[in-house]
């Protein structure tokens, strides 16, 4: 559970990860040797290793997907 000033707490290591989730339950889960992904219902929130304990965030989830541009019209065809 994420403390109230915002911190994932195991033994005597202090993650800091947002006061915006303080109270809710997150999951962590080992991906490799001494790394973990912290996780918040669907969404991976991103990555910490104990040495560190300071956690890398993945990419974001509701970043702005942009269409690819088409080829064939610019601009200036479309006004001509």
Not at 13 to 22: D, F, H, P, R, Y
Not at 30 to 45: A, K, P, R, S
């Amino acid at each position: 559970m994420i403390t109230s000033c915002g911190r994932i707490c195991i033994g005597k290591k202090k993650i800091n990860v947002s006061t915006v989730l303080a109270g809710q339950n997150v999951g962590i889960m080992q991906v490799e040797d001494n790394i973990w992904l912290v996780q918040f219902m669907d969404f991976d929130i991103g990555y910490f290793g104990m040495d560190s304990c300071r956690i890398e965030p993945t990419t974001d989830p509701f970043g702005v997907k942009l269409l690819s541009m088409c080829s064939v019209y610019t601009a200036m065809s479309v006004i001509r």
